[in-house]
């Protein structure tokens, strides 16, 4: 198993997307950085404050950019 195993690389692309897409997340706050950190290393990293922030603003925002078409 390498250091990627645990890293979903749909989820990876889709979070990039929404980021590039812009106007779903604000560089610079705490979900903005949740998701860099998501993308780089898993779900399975995040500390349960983290965690709150990841299912409360990022997944919305994501369900927003899948509705929108985005990707």
Known sequence: MGWNDHVDFDLSDKLGAMIDAGGYLEEGTPAYGIVK?????????LSDKQRHVYTTIVLPAL???IKDGVF
């Open 37 to 45: 950190l998501v993308s780089d290393a898993g779900e399975g990293i």
């Open 63 to 65: 369900e927003q950019a």
